[in-house]
Nanobody, 120 residues
Framework: VQLQASGGGLVQPGGSLKLACAAS????????MGWYRQAPGNQREMVAL???????NYADSMKGRFTISRDNARNTMYLQMNSLKPEDTAVYLC???????????????WGQGTLVTVSS
């Protein structure tokens, strides 16, 4: 199973970006998917999580600005980021709990990061 994140880039403060994370490989089911971020010198932190039923959870600093969504048919997750601030600058990583067949359990997978830079 591979997770491919995309959509990062340079944006001015107050701007918007939309990230995507596509899962591929042997996938029977994906339970939770999530976005995390890590800025230089900081610990990795949770940004937002979404279940396969659409339940969501956000870090407090992202509530009202970020929206997580997923397309189960495409095994793809999105993160719409609005009102971006310089402190949102980080590498954004995607994460998923994936079941590869009907008999196995869920395994945790990480994708590579996509860099988001918020600067004027």
């Amino acid at each position: 199973v591979q997770l491919q994140a995309s959509g990062g880039g340079l944006v001015q403060p107050g701007g918007s970006l939309k990230l995507a994370c596509a899962a591929s490989g042997n996938i029977y089911d994906i339970a939770y998917m999530g976005w995390y971020r890590q800025a230089p010198g900081n610990q990795r932190e949770m940004v937002a999580l979404i279940s396969n039923t659409g339940s969501t959870n956000y870090a407090d600093s992202m509530k009202g600005r970020f929206t997580i969504s997923r397309d189960n048919a495409r095994n793809t997750m999105y993160l719409q980021m609005n009102s971006l601030k310089p402190e949102d600058t980080a590498v954004y990583l995607c994460n998923a709990y994936v079941k590869e067949d009907r008999f196995g359990g869920y395994r945790n997978y990480w994708g590579q990061g996509t860099l988001v830079t918020v600067s004027s």
